[in-house]
């Protein structure tokens, strides 16, 4: 069993500059058990990171993409966000940040019956969602990533 007593878990852990663990291990995925997997990691802000993964769901998805906030000692500073929404099979995902910007974009590769689609979010760190995971692209602009 994983840490989260089903099966793989999510957890991160913050390091000093000599590689020493600073505190223990965090678990990330709490509301969701059995198969976390493929975590991607971008800092965003100045004082932490967004840690997104895939990860089994109830209902018609067999797998969504979650993501949660971290500071830098790697302890959650937000609760787990549920980021695909849509009735999609979730293939791979990745996850993008900027220290120099309160935004942080996460898109992954759903399939189909026929066949595949890239979809996306992208939130503000209050976690304000602005995506096109519905192929909306029109609320984006060329000045905004």
Excluded: C, H, K, M
Aim: net charge negative; proline share 5%.
């Amino acid at each position: 069993d994983g840490q989260d007593g089903s099966s793989d878990a999510v957890v991160a852990r913050a390091f000093d500059a000599d590689l020493l663990p600073i505190g223990g291990e965090n678990l990330l995925n709490t509301t969701v058990a059995g198969g976390q997997r493929n975590p991607e990691v971008a800092p965003v802000g100045a004082d932490g990171f967004v840690v997104a993964w895939e990860g089994p769901i109830s209902g018609p998805l067999t797998d969504t993409v979650w993501a949660r906030r971290i500071g830098l000692d790697a302890a959650p500073t937000s609760a787990e966000l549920q980021v695909q929404t849509t009735d999609a099979i979730t293939d791979e995902q990745q996850i993008g940040g900027n220290v120099a910007s309160d935004v942080f974009v996460v898109s992954w590769r759903t399939e189909g019956n026929t066949n595949a689609d890239i979809a996306g979010q992208r939130y503000e760190l209050a976690f304000f969602a602005n995506g096109f995971e519905t192929g909306d692209t029109t609320a984006w602009s060329a000045s905004v990533p």
